[in-house]
């Protein structure tokens, strides 16, 4: 059976934190109102307390600002997202200077917000006390909880609000938790004063249908906030969300509206059949129908072909990354025969990237040695005692000798692996390094400096290629990020890190200075992780 599973995330939970600060005297204890929002982080994330021990906070803004925006396109690597998530998690004592400084806990969030993580940074303020004493922190978890469908949430945070609760947004927030609460007439009275404030045709339109009868219009206007989302389901709770027009809705929006458009999946229940109509579609439905084959128990073999698919056109899109993380799970459940290990090579770097590195190893040694044999056949008499085994393979064709990938696309694997494994030294690793980077030349000279530097043995070539390359100059984020790490300021230097690595300018200075940094900062897994999905986008 397939191990698909899709999880709803629920923020329910609250975080009871507390402080004690030693002084001379007698313990003093921190209350939980004192507490500053940049002191509260989630579990696991990935630095301590002391994470702004050695930043002010004027550096801790020009940090944050240098990562990418909310509103924007956000990340392209989707390693690169989750360090970003991680590292923007992390809560401890604010930088000096920042107790209180409103603008820094309504950025960290912002920038969480542009690495993917909605459920994150909602979190996050679900467990920030004080939240009704920050405009722009409220804002963002009020979006957040009206896109989640966290609505009641969103509407504490509307009617908490202490400043700022007149401005135009506030007022049509109110509106619609008033009308949902059944007092249109006071909806009425609210978003008329907004509207006196800021035209908003679209928002009234669909006000006008929560009030007058539940009936969404004949055609939805433009989303472009959180809070038209909620409205949007509100009138219908089984709105196309791929149907919706978030065009003007800002980047963290727009991603997790298509993110969400596809509905969970129903396992098929002709495989063959559906395997067939699937892949004679396109776009959207061509995905989710080869979905349902891939997550039916009826036949895994027929589910191969389902990922076939999905990871050929991840591939064609360059989002081979992406599919692979969410994808590669299900390798494990697909039977190894000749005709699945067709696309063995592919189907081991998906669950590489899935962190299946149990699976993967399997897979490659099958794409090495060939698929199992079949078991031999016990055959019982009528009393149902075994009678002499036999060997199916005596008494059936012989199949044609196996015949591994190339060994090329072996070397990918194999390389692939030991960085999973961070096995980067020795004989081993520097054959395939060698081999990799003879198969690869210049696009692979970066990360062969980078994993020089985290500890692997030098390639032959790799100095004669850095001579060749066209002078580069460094941009200021890489000296602050390595002056930070030096000083000891853990955030500063992971940030400007993440900022350097998210550059469309990388080259093999930035990248391989970026990863020392980071394995400096106890965040040597991660940097693995970057070059490891760097090494699976050329190796497919």
């Known amino acids: 059976m397939s191990s698909w599973t899709i999880i709803f995330r629920a923020s329910g939970l609250a975080l009871i934190l507390g402080g004690t600060a030693l002084a001379q005297g007698p313990i003093e204890v921190q209350s939980l109102d004192a507490l500053d929002p940049l002191e509260v982080g989630l579990p696991g994330a990935a630095l301590g307390i002391s994470l702004w021990d050695g930043s002010d906070a004027d550096m801790a803004s020009r940090v944050l600002n240098r990562l990418p925006e909310a509103s924007r396109a956000g990340y392209a690597s989707p390693a690169l997202a989750e360090l970003a998530r991680s590292v923007l998690s992390s809560g401890g004592y604010p930088p000096a200077g920042g107790r209180g400084d409103p603008a820094l806990p309504a950025l960290r969030a912002d920038r969480l917000l542009a690495a993917g993580g909605v459920f994150e940074a909602y979190d996050l303020l679900e467990r920030t006390p004080n939240l009704n004493q920050n405009e722009a922190l409220s804002r963002l978890h009020a979006e957040m909880a009206f896109a989640t469908g966290n609505t009641r949430s969103a509407c504490h945070s509307a009617d908490a609000l202490l400043r700022g609760r007149e401005q135009a947004y506030w007022l049509r927030a109110r509106a619609v938790c008033l009308a949902l609460d059944d007092q249109d007439s006071a909806a009425e009275l609210t978003a008329e004063l907004a509207r006196n404030i800021s035209a908003d045709a679209g928002y009234d339109e669909m006000l006008f249908a929560l009030t007058l009868d539940g009936n969404p219009p004949p055609t939805l206007p433009p989303v472009d906030s959180g809070l038209k989302l909620a409205m949007a389901f509100q009138l219908d709770s089984e709105t196309d969300l791929d149907a919706l027009d978030v065009s003007g809705a800002p980047g963290w929006l727009q991603r997790f509206v298509h993110g969400r458009a596809a509905p969970a999946p129903v396992p098929a229940t002709e495989p063959a059949a559906a395997l067939a109509g699937a892949l004679a579609q396109s776009g959207p439905e061509r995905t989710r129908a080869l979905e349902t084959v891939l997550i039916q128990g009826v036949d895994r073999s027929i589910a191969a072909g389902a990922l076939s698919g999905l990871l050929d056109d991840a591939a064609s899109a360059n989002r081979f990354a992406v599919a692979a993380r969410r994808y590669g799970r299900e390798v494990h459940t697909i039977p190894v025969t000749r005709e699945t290990l067709a696309d063995g090579y592919r189907f081991a770097l998906a669950a590489l990237m899935s962190g299946d590195l149990n699976t993967a190893s399997q897979w490659r040694d099958a794409l090495m040695d060939g698929p199992p044999r079949p078991l031999p056949t016990v055959v019982y008499d009528e009393t ?38 961070d096995r980067l030294a020795g004989d081993q690793a520097a054959a395939l390094l060698g081999a990799h980077f003879e198969a690869y030349g210049p696009a692979a000279l970066a990360d062969m400096l980078a994993l020089n530097r985290l500890g692997a043995d030098e390639v032959a070539g790799l100095r004669p290629g850095l001579l060749s390359l066209a002078p580069v100059s460094l941009g200021p984020e890489v000296l602050a990020m390595e002056a930070a790490a030096r000083s000891g300021a853990s955030a500063e230097a992971a940030l400007l890190a993440i900022a350097v690595l998210a550059s469309p300018q990388l080259n093999a200075e930035t990248l391989s200075r970026s990863a020392i940094v980071l394995d400096q900062l106890g965040l040597r897994r991660a940097a693995l992780d970057l070059l490891l999905e760097r090494l699976v986008a050329r190796a497919v």
């Open 384 to 421: 149902g005692k075994p009678l002499e085994s036999f060997d199916t393979a005596m008494t059936s064709e012989v199949p044609p000798a196996w015949v591994p990938p190339s060994p090329r696309r072996m070397v990918n694997l194999d390389l692939a692996i030991a960085i999973a494994r």
